[in-house]
């Protein structure tokens, strides 16, 4: 049983794997916190982003941002921040309500927002990457969410091609919740939620702390620590025979995390298209970035228990010279979970969502969506590396995918590259073909190196014009996305 919890975690050769993020992370303080950026001294305990809640069906906010220099250790590092913290607000809505979002931009640099995961307009003032905002300017946008939208963790970062590495890598993230009946089972609303953003950002005194070489590039950029809402390895009191509900978003620009927490099973209650049918127990998952999950801990003996992230190699031997080669991550200790008591385990629900996976069936057409890199391209970095889809670098001129709303498509994605790369398609959820059931829904997807992972894709209720593309963002950068136009 043990090794099938891993086969069914550790995206393996198929690629079928598909359990999006995990991080955990038990706090002391279950309020929204005000004030500026978080502590990163080790040891402090365990912190939530501030949380901005919706009221009869609107949730309008001013996400303001700019450089910051917030605490780290005995001093500070320079950060980009929004309202003054990183990671930003957790704007809590339910399907139905309109979200408002006035950002402005107080960057030396072009910015703009993508609500990550949620099946709202790309067009206009909704969920547009196509559109800027310059440095000292703002926008307004207004994303109508569906009343049918799938409850469940969402984030929000910046999508202003060229800059989305440097920009959500130096702290602009923020998580999105939309809750629906499921949070209010008796066993939910009795759990002790915990939001938890990572991160692993530059270390430095200045902007210059953002730039990174053409290698580091292609490679994608890791930060040299891993911060928990900010701080650097919290420690999270929790009290045995509790219900703790956690909601993970790897926010990283390129770092995978397969994390663990020693003595203790992660039951997974969602992954980052919406909640399971019903909790599933797992020993390890693998979160690749901008992947995200919810799932439930329940301590019931007194002790110390460390939340580590465990080695991970994205990628395999090839490209001499250490270009595309296999990439490394040791193993990290992110985090002290400190039970106190003794009791038995608290009780999970039996169900959660309805299955609505026959929604994904019967394919109308299918394609073959092939991740590469090569050599020069408009994506290279001076007629060095470049990243493509199906040999093209991304061009917003160009529309790459056309079909009409209604749809459903299996698409094959095919990895010929020699790194990993986490594939993402905006505004439409999918299913991994193949996986179990209890994946569920999906908008990010690891493609192993060298391998291959099909999804089906329903192409419904909202049409537009938008993008797909790897996830590990200095790659989305440097070409690795294409433009989809779903038309009506």
């Known amino acids: 049983m043990q090794r099938s919890r891993r086969e069914f975690l550790v995206l393996g050769g198929t690629g079928v794997a598909a359990l999006g993020g995990l991080a955990a992370l038990l706090g002391a303080c279950a309020s929204s916190r005000s004030g500026s950026s978080f502590p990163v001294a080790p040891g402090l305990a365990f912190r939530q982003p501030d949380v901005l809640t919706s009221v009869n069906g609107t949730l309008a906010v001013t996400l303001r941002a700019a450089p910051t220099m ?16 990183t990671p930003g607000p957790t704007l809590r809505v339910r399907p139905g309500d309109r979200l408002v979002v006035t950002l402005e931009n107080g960057l030396d640099a072009e910015t703009n927002l993508h609500t990550h995961g949620l099946h709202v307009s790309p067009s206009g003032d909704a969920d547009n990457i196509f559109a800027t905002v310059a440095p000292g300017a703002s926008r307004t946008y207004t994303y109508d969410i569906p009343s049918t939208h799938r409850s469940g963790l969402f984030w929000y970062h910046p999508h202003a091609h060229g800059t989305v590495a440097p920009q959500v890598a130096g702290g602009l993230a923020g998580a999105i919740i939309v809750e629906d009946a499921i949070d209010e089972l008796p066993e939910m609303v009795a759990s002790v939620e915990r939001v938890i953003v990572l991160s692993d950002p530059p270390i430095g005194s200045g902007p210059g702390t953002m730039s990174v070489s053409p290698m580091t590039q292609m490679q994608g950029r890791q930060g040299p620590v891993v911060l928990v809402n900010g701080m650097s390895q919290p420690i999270v009191p929790a009290r045995a025979g509790s219900r703790e509900r956690w909601r993970l978003v790897n926010a990283s620009a390129a770092r995978y995390y397969r994390l663990a927490l020693d003595g203790h099973a992660l039951h997974v209650l ?3 298209g919406g909640r399971l049918v019903a909790p599933t127990e797992v020993s390890e998952i693998l979160v690749a970035p901008g992947e995200r999950v919810e799932f439930a801990v329940l301590p019931s003996k007194a002790g110390n228990y460390s939340l580590r992230a465990l080695r991970y190699d994205r990628g395999r031997p090839g490209m001499g010279g250490g270009m595309g080669g296999a990439i490394s991550t040791g193993e990290l200790t992110l985090a002290t979970v400190t039970v106190a008591g003794s009791a038995s385990e608290a009780v999970l629900p039996v169900r959660l969502a309805a299955d609505d996976s026959a929604s994904a069936a ?3 057409a299918t394609r073959t969506v092939t991740l590469g890199m090569g ?9 060095g590396m470049g990243f493509t889809i199906d040999g093209r670098s991304f061009d917003p001129a160009r529309t790459d995918i056309e079909l009409p709303l209604g749809h459903v ?7 010929a590259s020699t790194m990993d790369h986490p594939f993402h398609l905006h505004v439409w959820s999918f299913r991994v073909v193949g996986a179990p059931a209890s994946v569920g829904w999906k908008d990010t997807v690891n493609v192993p190196a060298g391998g291959a992972v099909t999804i089906r894709i329903p192409f419904t209720e909202i049409p537009g014009r938008t993008v797909y593309h790897c996830h590990i963002l200095d790659h989305e950068d440097l070409g690795m996305m294409g433009v989809i136009d779903v038309t009506s």
């Not at 320079?78 to 913290?85: D, S, W």
């Not at 050599?375 to 007629?383: A, E, F, L, T, V």
């Not at 498509?409 to 990895?415: A, D, I, Q």
């Open 409 to 415: 498509e299996e698409w094959t994605l095919v990895n």
């Open 270 to 272: 969602a992954t980052d």
């Open 362 to 364: 019967a394919p109308s």
């Open 70 to 85: 917030v605490p780290h250790g005995s001093g500070t590092r320079y950060a980009l921040t929004y309202n003054g913290t």
């Open 375 to 383: 050599m020069g391209g408009g994506g290279g970095m001076g007629g």
